[in-house]
């Protein structure tokens, strides 16, 4: 089977936009904010914001399932205030949960945290927990710069994160690192910002010794890693310089990167760099790219048609189309061995 484990609901219906621009709104006049209970979204909306679009591309590409969280660049962390984001959060979360139970064989839900800049992360446990064990997350996406383009957040080897680390592995789930909207002009939010973020979060795990601390805590890191792969040779020397094992040694036990990357020669060198082990296939499709390629006449986010491309052996590409994330996300393998997938 095919798991796409990079997943956001990027098509939810208008009315889940609309609360929040009441609920932002609201933060600008001083008015009362919305309630939860003002979001109006029955089933059917759901169905007709999925099934002509994410479900749609899905069977075209034979994607078996999809990991699928809130909208990234719609978490915003940056707007208001811890409390903005935890109501903000929670109707995020309940509506991806709603499409798991519509969809119980195509998609599966991770949690969107209510990160707010300055706030300790602890903060998130009842959202985390809540997600978990009422909606059955798998992961959830860990936003390293909840300021939005300002980077005022310690790094990610920092004991500020370690609350969020230690439910983690508690409850055996990885986090995706994930940033969201940029409100700094000088970066881009996609084409910036988010390869920024997935560079900058290697180079913090390299700096520190994270996994001494949490050694099956496992990590995503999107986007294909960003610049990673690219400048393998320039992050090995670093770590030589200070004085770190091996990257295999050092983080490749719990560092593990995606297949977003929108062209084949970018998948060729993904392949050739990081060992097969660490790759899990996704597309975040209909997310940051949506047009056809010109060049090849198919979607740049048709990711399956890289993969399918490349050359791989069978034992390759099924470990990277499935395997290597039913051990990434044990969670997400227990659900499919209980379904008898």
């Known amino acids: 089977m095919i798991i796409d484990i990079h997943g956001h609901y990027t098509t939810a219906p208008a009315a889940l936009g609309e609360w929040r621009e009441r609920q932002v709104a609201a933060l600008q006049d001083a008015s009362p904010p ?7 979204i029955s089933d059917d909306d759901l169905r007709a914001s999925i099934e002509a679009n994410q479900l749609r591309l899905m069977d075209e590409r034979g994607i078996d399932l999809t990991v699928f969280s809130p909208r990234a660049s719609f978490m915003a962390h ?30 599966v839900p991770a949690a969107m945290l209510p990160q707010s800049p300055g706030v ?52 055996g789930i990885p986090a995706m690192v994930h940033v969201s909207t940029s409100v700094n002009p000088a970066f881009h939010t996609t084409g910036a910002h988010y390869l920024n973020a997935d560079t900058t979060a290697f180079m913090q795990l390299i700096q520190g010794d ?27 020397g670093l770590a030589m310089a200070l004085g770190k094992p091996a990257l295999e040694e050092h983080l490749l036990q719990n560092v593990f990167f995606d297949t977003c990357v929108y062209h084949q020669p970018g998948i060729d060198l993904l392949l050739e760099v990081i060992p097969t082990q660490n790759i899990l296939f996704a597309s975040e499709m209909i997310g940051a790219v949506r047009d056809i390629d010109p060049r090849t006449g198919y979607h740049f986010d048709d990711t399956a048609r890289y993969i399918d491309d490349a050359g791989l052996d069978e034992a390759e590409l099924g470990a990277i189309q499935e395997h290597n994330a039913r051990n990434v996300y044990p969670r997400l393998d227990a659900l499919l061995t209980q379904q008898g997938r």
């Open 78 to 107: 940056h707007i208001g205030s811890f409390e903005t984001s935890a109501e903000w959060a929670a109707i995020c979360n309940e509506l991806c949960y709603r499409a798991s139970r519509l969809y119980p064989e195509r998609f």
């Open 120 to 171: 300790d992360p602890a903060t998130c446990l009842p959202e985390l927990t809540r997600c978990v064990e009422d909606y059955g997350a798998v992961a959830l996406n860990l936003n390293p710069d909840p300021s939005g383009g300002h980077w005022t957040a310690p790094p990610l080897t920092d004991r500020y994160w370690y609350p969020v680390y230690e439910k983690m592995v508690e409850y």
């Open 34 to 40: 919305p309630s939860r209970a003002d979001v109006k």
């Open 210 to 236: 994270l996994f001494a601390d949490f050694p099956t805590l496992k990590l995503v890191i999107p986007h294909g890693g960003g610049a990673v792969p690219y400048h393998w040779g320039r992050f090995r």
